[in-house]
């Protein structure tokens, strides 16, 4: 798995925040469409920033291109419906007997059938001015073929 220079800002925003304060820090990351933004984060039961909460998301692709940690968006997305779309997933949760945290996401296929050749972790923070999303993670994978009606269970972990 190759971890986006997103997550990794972020995951320091968190590990150096002062444990008193809801309020943890101001960062710059980059949106799915390559511009910085700068966001307030605050801590709590969920990651939130100034103007809204996050929810998790991942996307399927085509594309075997290794991923790099400066990726915005996923390489190549199905051009078929819900197969392209991102898709939101469960929020995170730790299982302290593996020591993970995990998050999962659920895609049931409709559009066709294909190969996926990638999966993306994305975070979409709600602002007033709409929603953001922000990479966390790309990942190729060997080839894996669906057909409709097949679910997609895609899990992301993070091992503490």
Do not use: C
Not at 56 to 68: D, H, L, R, Y
Not at 117 to 131: L, N, P, Q
Not at 132 to 140: A, G, I, V
């Amino acid at each position: 798995m190759v971890v986006n220079d997103n997550f990794g800002k972020l995951f320091a925003l968190f590990i150096r925040a002062p444990a008193t304060s809801q309020f943890l820090a101001q960062g710059d990351f980059r949106d799915s469409n390559n511009v910085s933004r700068t966001l307030d984060i605050y801590g709590g039961q969920t990651w939130i920033t100034s103007s809204g909460a996050t929810i998790s998301k991942a996307q399927v692709g085509t594309s075997p291109i290794a991923p790099t940690r400066q990726d915005f968006k996923i390489g190549s997305p199905f051009g078929n419906s819900p197969e392209d779309s991102l898709v939101n997933g469960s929020q995170p949760t730790y299982n302290s007997g593996l020591g993970k945290i995990v998050q999962a996401t659920l895609i049931s296929p409709t559009g066709g059938s294909g190969t996926i050749k990638e999966v993306v972790k994305m975070a979409r923070w709600r602002s007033s001015g709409g929603a953001l999303d922000f990479l966390m993670s790309r990942n190729t994978i060997p080839d894996t073929s669906f057909i409709v009606g097949q679910a997609i269970n895609i899990e992301h972990g993070l091992v503490i």
